[in-house]
């Protein structure tokens, strides 16, 4: 019922930036929780930030808390993830997802995927 679409991947250099981007298909988007997860090569898919449905409360993984930021625009149906002061360990495939709620989505719990997109940080 909805379908995510990554996109603002890319290759930057340490220390640099990124805007990551989610599109959602459907009018139902406002209903759910967003997030974002990552995985590295041979590594587990892992939490990096979620947002109420209303944009107003966040949560971060602590790898990432102060240096990205999750938000939502739910008249253009989409959540972004601004990330700054990259490094090298943030290098990973970026997964939009949504679910029922904050919490449920930050558990991994989570009804809907995107396809991902390449995040490339080098050192």
């Known amino acids: 019922q909805v379908q995510l679409v990554e996109s603002g991947g890319g290759l930057v250099q340490a220390g640099g930036s990124l805007r990551l981007s989610c599109a959602a298909s459907g009018r139902t988007f406002s209903t759910y929780a967003m997030g974002w997860f990552r995985q590295a090569p041979g590594k587990e898919r892992v939490f990096v930030a979620a947002?109420?449905?209303?944009?107003?409360?966040?949560n971060y993984a602590d790898s990432v808390k102060g240096r990205f930021t999750i938000s939502r625009d739910n008249a253009k149906n989409t959540v972004n993830l601004q990330m700054n002061s990259l490094k090298p360990e943030d290098t990973a495939v970026y997964y939009c997802?949504?679910?029922?709620?904050?919490?449920?989505?930050?558990?991994?719990?989570?009804?809907?995927w995107g396809q991902g997109t390449q995040v490339t940080v080098s050192s």
């Open positions: 997802a949504a679910g029922s709620s904050r919490v449920v989505v930050s558990s991994g719990k989570c009804d809907y």
């Open positions: 947002i109420h449905w209303n944009g107003v409360i966040t």
